[in-house]
């Protein structure tokens, strides 16, 4: 089995994204990320430490947001301001959001044009309807990881455990795109080894430790590792057990794998926008 170098793969795209910035800014333009963050929850601190280091390697000026004591209303409220200035080119709003606050009611007041993590409900329509989008730079990232390690998709059987919004199942449509066979499964899949075991590409998106283990790989199969499990000792751990993934042709090492990938989409995606908003 071949561990995939997800930082070596978010490397790549940071060179290419340096030089679309470069352009960019060169021609007026420093493309703007802002991150609206509506929590004190430390690991969210973290990621959104890292979102604003990625961007500053590649030029992108990132502006964080930080709102106290937020409730629905004036988070929708600070997102209706981001969509309407135009010195903003791509927003996203980090979670947990304050209790009875979802995803859905606050991304829908993400501009399409500036939902660059695909936040809004009516994103993940057009997806679905093939039209194009921003799909979730998670999903996108098990995408391009795919691409770039020329994995063939068309005609193949894919599996994707895992049907959330923000995954599961913006990646099956993904996939589904490039004419895979997509299967989904979730926590009611019966015999859910069985299913996974028939598939060439395994995405697992699920949040439990070590779920995804010998059972339940092809042998040579693709194996993208979604999760970031917490563990006992600090660090993180994914969904797929890599002991038990010896028989797998590949798979994304966690840490290293996706999670790089993500937040250098996020930059990727950024670019779009800004390209896009001035054209
Ligand atoms: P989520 O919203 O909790 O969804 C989990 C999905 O897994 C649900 O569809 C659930 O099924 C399914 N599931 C739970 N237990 C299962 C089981 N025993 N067998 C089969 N399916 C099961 O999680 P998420 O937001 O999609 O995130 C999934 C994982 O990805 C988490 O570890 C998260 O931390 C990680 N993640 C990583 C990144 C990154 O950049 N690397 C970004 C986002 C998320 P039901 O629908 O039936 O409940």
């Not at 840490?255 to 996020?266: C, D, R």
């Amino acid at each position: 089995m071949r561990l995939i170098d997800g930082r070596a793969i978010a490397a790549a795209i940071a060179e290419e994204v340096t030089a679309a910035v470069a352009d960019l800014t060169a021609a007026g333009t420093t493309p703007t990320l802002a991150v609206v963050v509506p929590t004190d929850d430390e690991a969210t601190a973290w990621y959104v430490r890292s979102i604003e280091r990625t961007a500053a390697k590649v030029g992108i000026t990132c502006r964080v947001d930080k709102l106290d004591h937020p409730d629905g209303e004036s988070i929708t409220k600070h997102l209706n301001t981001l969509s309407a200035d135009p010195t903003v080119h791509g927003i996203i709003c980090q979670t947990p959001l304050p209790p009875g606050v979802t995803l859905d009611h606050v991304g829908a007041h993400i501009a399409p044009a500036k939902d660059i993590d695909g936040a809004n409900p009516a994103s993940l329509g057009r997806l679905a309807a093939g039209l194009p989008t921003y799909a979730p730079a998670t999903a996108a990232a098990v995408l391009e990881i795919l691409k770039r390690e020329q994995v063939p998709l068309t005609g193949t059987r894919a599996a994707v455990v895992g049907r959330s919004t923000v995954v599961g199942k913006p990646a099956a449509l993904l996939l589904l795109a490039e004419n895979a066979t997509v299967t989904i499964c979730h926590s009611r899949t019966e015999n859910l080894a069985a299913v996974c075991a028939e598939a060439d590409v395994l995405i697992a998106a699920v949040g439990r430790t070590h779920l995804i283990s010998t059972p339940h790989i092809r042998p040579g199969a693709i194996v993208i590792d979604v999760g970031t499990n917490p563990t006992a000792d600090g660090g993180l751990a994914g969904d797929v057990d890599p002991d038990g993934a010896e028989a797998a042709g590949a798979l994304t090492p966690v840490p290293g794998g996706v999670g790089p990938v993500t937040t250098m989409l996020l930059m990727g995606h950024t670019v779009r926008a800004a390209t896009n908003m001035i054209n």
